[in-house]
């Protein structure tokens, strides 16, 4: 009773900082990105709200939560107020399952650094983003307005196009690790990172998963420019806060994910093994800034043309050499 | 595959690859270079004289108003801002006895300044008049009237109306002629 007791309280406090730190981290991404995207052309960014503009995230919140919630009356009102929740909520889960450092013992116990080993995780991240999906698809549809529905139809189109292609650019790192538990293949990298051997494979996840999280060059469902603000024009105030998190914890998730799979997890020389998950996340999320800050938006052809005729023969012929490689 | 122009695919991945190389180096090159923002209310940037923005009614050399409430002021404006009561001085020069533009309503088109034909009202480059009130917009004549004679100093009008006024009687303005004595004209 008490040891399960224990573990619960410990499972909690995991949650609880894990849940902490992303939100944390989300906002000042944002702030990281308004700031580095300023100075790539060549502005200053927020620098306003207090010193370097550090403020901004918070007053930002406090903009969003004190805005109305306007809620248009021909909107499908249940799926609307939903949708925004589906998107941030399975951003969330899925780092349910990534490991952000080694065993550590307190009191004599072991407690394994992440929230839940499941031996199914990459088939878990799998099911969370493609979730993800709804509520692009559904906030869209459910706000009744043109530019909306047609954001969340190129939203679902896209987000299931390129999980094909990440879902194929993962399975040479499963044949490699032999597990789908991101514990596992984390473990199986203590050596060297599958960046080294899987650079295609990388490739592929690092782009495919770009499309994933909506960014620019992939942001086609939101196209300021030609859509207003697609699938979430007519959503405000808190709101759209939400799809706003959903989105840049999205890119935490992938810089972990990306992490866990190619680039080590949390091994690293010197510093403890959350630090280098931290380090490496940051590194791809400015990586993805620098993209935001060169690239121009894909058209739609453009992308589904990329998208199935590039990156799922690319990934499908990775596979067969890899597995060739794990046979011999 | 016989056209000349087209390259192989291995070429087309390497010239997209290197162009899209060009692109990150460009930005990335952006990223040391000083940034060129103007923070507005520490630094203001010194605005061309013919900005157009606050109107003022300005004076002639003398000191005395220019402005001779004509109306052609309040008849060009757009959006009908200006509005006036024209009145005589004793020596017969004519002003406004009050003058009211509603900056609430001016869209800055600086049509007023084209139709005075005594360079009185005119448009300056101070833009900064935000009022919290719309009823505060509205200025009188003490508030548009200043000591100066705006982008024009030297024009006075009445040196060259050939009206009798303070300035001269007939024939004395500039480029006036003698004025004739209508009885030597007589048959």
Redesign the interface.
Known sequence: MIAWLVGFIVLIVKIAVVLGTLLFIAAYLVWVERK?L???????GPNRAGKFGLLQPIADSLKMLTKEDIVPEAVDRTIFLLAPAVVALTALLMFAVVPFGEDITLGGRPIPLVISDINVALLFIFAMSSLGVYGVALGGWASNSKYSLLGGIRGAAQMISYELSIGLSLVPVVMLAGSFSLVDIVAAQARYPYVLVQPVSFIIFFISAMAESKRIPFDLPEAENELGAGFHTEYSGMRFGLFFIGEYVHIQVLGALLAVFFLGGWHGPYLPGPVWLLIKMMAVALVMI?IR???PRLRYDQLMAFGWKILVPAALINIVITGAFVLI | MSDPKQTSWLGDILGSVSA?AG??S???K??F?????E?YPEYKRPLPERSRARIILTRDPDGDERCVACYLCSAACPVSCISMQSTEREDGRRYAAWFRINFGRCIYCGLCEEACPTSAIQLTPDFENCRRDILTMVFEKEDLLVDHGGKDKTYNFYRYAGVVSGKGGKGEHVKEKKAVDVKTNLP
Do not use: A, D, N, S
């Not at chain 1, 300023?38 to 200053?44: A, S």
């Not at chain 2, 270079?33 to 923002?37: A, D, G, H, L, M």
């Open positions: 580095l300023g100075r790539l052309q060549v502005r200053l620098w800050g060169t690239l | 899209m692109g990150f460009t930005t990335f952006h990223l270079r000083k940034p060129i923002t923070e």
